[in-house]
């Protein structure tokens, strides 16, 4: 009998997580050295930079926890 293997949500999750959050830094890092005209209220905080930091490290975690394994 052939066995089906399922892969875990939370695997697709991570990766997506994962794309979302390189766009969001690369956005991020793109305007740390392209600064708005006008400048944007609280743009010294970077935003784009710390969440996009934020989003790819916690789906490189998901990503890899609950990766499909070879048996």
């Not at 066995?3 to 997506?16: A, H, T, V």
């Not at 969001?24 to 305007?31: C, T």
Request: hydrophobic share 60%.
């Amino acid at each position: 009998m052939h066995e089906r293997r399922q892969i875990s949500i939370w695997f697709f999750n991570g990766l997506l997580l994962a794309v979302y959050g390189a766009l969001i830094l690369a956005a991020g890092l793109w305007q740390l050295h392209h600064p708005a005209h006008p400048p944007v209220v609280l743009a010294s905080l970077h935003v784009g930079v710390w969440w996009g930091a934020l989003l790819l490290a916690a789906g490189v975690l998901y990503a890899v926890l609950f990766r499909p394994r070879r048996q």
